[in-house]
């Protein structure tokens, strides 16, 4: 999908689903509007293998682009995520409601479609919302992309954020550096050399005494 498209819908649902037909009337008047491109409906008593393929546990299931919505979903709802598809606002809340769930690999699977999408890491970096458990999250998708290049692009927004005044943050981006770990954050590792802060020093002498340069 080009970023002036509009974005395709995927509805899963059943014959006896009593929010499946209001989500079906408000995806169709999407459909007529032009909000979504293409939508496609299945019946999952009959294909029952397309809500196990995607770990569906009940109906309606809605894709709308890189969004999934399980369960009723206001009208509003489902129009914002349809125009939403190109918006950091409305992918960052989303995002953030996903790792609160601890449902970060539907971002890393989106990634590997949509390489772009890592940025938002970045990003959600910076919400006040971003708690402990937030920043684990963020910290857990760098590990599982190390070494495939996915989390790479990151690198100069991570660099950026190790100039804030705030302590903790700069933390977090020399940690999130370190979990990148390729050749290109070197020179921001011997930047951390010189922080007022003792653990983010640590961290950066650590990375360096274990990946000395050829």
């Known amino acids: 999908m080009n970023e002036n ?3 395709d819908a995927l509805l899963l ?24 491109g293409r939508l496609q409906v299945i ?21 709308i682009g890189p969004f999934e919505v399980e369960g009723a979903a206001t009208p509003g709802k489902l129009r914002e995520l349809a125009q939403g598809v190109n918006d950091d606002k409305i992918f960052d809340a989303w995002l953030l409601d996903l790792l609160k769930a601890g449902k970060r690999q539907k971002f890393e699977a989106l990634v590997k479609q949509e390489p772009q999408r ?13 708690s402990m458990a937030i920043r684990l999250g963020i910290g857990a998708i ?3 992309f190390q070494g495939t290049g996915y989390s790479e692009p ?32 070197r020179p921001h ?10 653990e983010i020093r ?13």
Do not use: Y
């Open 5 to 7: 498209s509009a974005p």
């Open 13 to 36: 649902m059943t014959g006896g689903c009593p929010h499946c037909p209001a989500a079906l009337q408000a995806l169709t008047v999407l459909l007529k509007e032009g909000a979504i």
């Open 43 to 63: 019946n999952v008593a009959v294909h029952i293998e397309e809500a196990e393929a995607r770990g569906v546990q009940s109906v309606p299931w809605i894709r």
């Open 118 to 130: 890592i940025h938002a890491l970045a990003r959600m970096m910076k919400n006040p919302e971003a």
């Open 142 to 144: 760098l590990e599982e």
């Open 154 to 185: 990151l690198v100069a927004e991570l660099a950026e954020l190790l100039a804030s005044d705030d302590r903790l943050l700069r933390a977090d981006a020399c940690h999130f550096l370190t979990l990148i770990g390729t050749e290109a954050i």
């Open 189 to 198: 590792m011997l930047a951390c050399m010189d922080d007022a802060d003792p």
């Open 202 to 214: 640590e961290m950066a002498e650590e990375w360096l005494a274990e990946n000395l340069a050829v």
